[in-house]
T-cell receptor, first 115, second 115 residues
Framework: AQSVTQLDSQVPVFEEAPVELRCNYSSSVSVYLFWYVQYPNQGLQLLLKYLSGSTLVKGINGFEAEFNKSQTSFHLRKPSVHISDTAEYFCAVRNDGGATNKLIFGTGTLLAVQP | NAGVMQNPRHLVRRRGQEARLRCSPMKGHSHVYWYRQLPEEGLKFMVYLQKENIIDESGMPKERFSAEFPKEGPSILRIQQVVRGDSAAYFC?????????????FGPGTRLTVT
């Protein structure tokens, strides 16, 4: 069975500092990987996705993530955060070639950007 | 192009009542997914539907929960005889096709409170 682990439930960081949000996954088949952001009382918005090709994926709002197959990781990074980046971030995986397209989510990481 | 619409945004029900949650997918999208987010947890897949068909309901509780996506009208998630443990945010997502390159677009969610 697939699973996603986000070890950090909360990451406090000062404005303009770099940040990395960690994501590890477990799967016996090839997967597609996603990062979503959820602002308070809103739905999820896709930040970026890895389907194939280059392991470094660039997304919206200056975020990027690197797929590391040997370490089964897909960590999210941003070189300089803003107050407006404060939100909950979810890592998710989806089966490659499965009959369903369900996303398996991690428990989320709250990014708290302080002035 | 309007996004995924969900209504109501907030729903309060007493134990034993029925809850009906509606989801209107984005225009041109014929695939709908329902996820549930319990407090302090990530989103959990519930059910995946295409027009008039349930494709995958592996995440649906066996009793009291049902979902439909009729030929005309929104998708409905129905919870009969609600209990306090059903209190959660319920998110709907839609996509134009099941291929992995197609993003799932999420609605703002319905927050169900059972008193």
């Amino acid at each position: 069975a697939q699973s996603v682990t986000q070890l950090d439930s909360q990451v406090p960081v000062f404005e303009e500092a770099p940040v990395e949000l960690r994501c590890n996954y477990s799967s016996s088949v090839s997967v597609y990987l996603f990062w979503y952001v959820q602002y308070p009382n809103q739905g999820l918005q896709l930040l970026l996705k890895y389907l194939s090709g280059s392991t470094l994926v660039k997304g919206i709002n200056g975020f990027e993530a690197e797929f590391n197959k040997s370490q089964t990781s897909f960590h999210l990074r941003k070189p300089s955060v803003h107050i407006s980046d404060t939100a909950e971030y979810f890592c998710a995986v989806r089966n490659d070639g499965g009959a369903t397209n369900k996303l398996i989510f991690g428990t989320g990481t709250l990014l708290a950007v302080q002035p | 192009n309007a996004g995924v619409m969900q209504n109501p945004r907030h729903l309060v029900r007493r134990r034993g009542q029925e809850a009906r949650l509606r989801c209107s997918p984005m225009k041109g999208h014929s695939h709908v997914y329902w996820y549930r987010q319990l407090p302090e947890e990530g989103l959990k897949f519930m059910v995946y539907l295409q027009k008039e068909n349930i494709i995958d309901e592996s995440g649906m509780p066996k009793e009291r929960f049902s979902a439909e996506f009729p030929k005309e009208g929104p998708s409905i998630l129905r919870i009969q005889q609600v209990v306090r443990g059903d209190s959660a945010a319920y998110f709907c997502a839609s996509s134009p096709a099941p291929a992995p390159a197609y993003e799932q677009y999420f609605g703002p969610g319905t927050r169900l409170t059972v008193t």
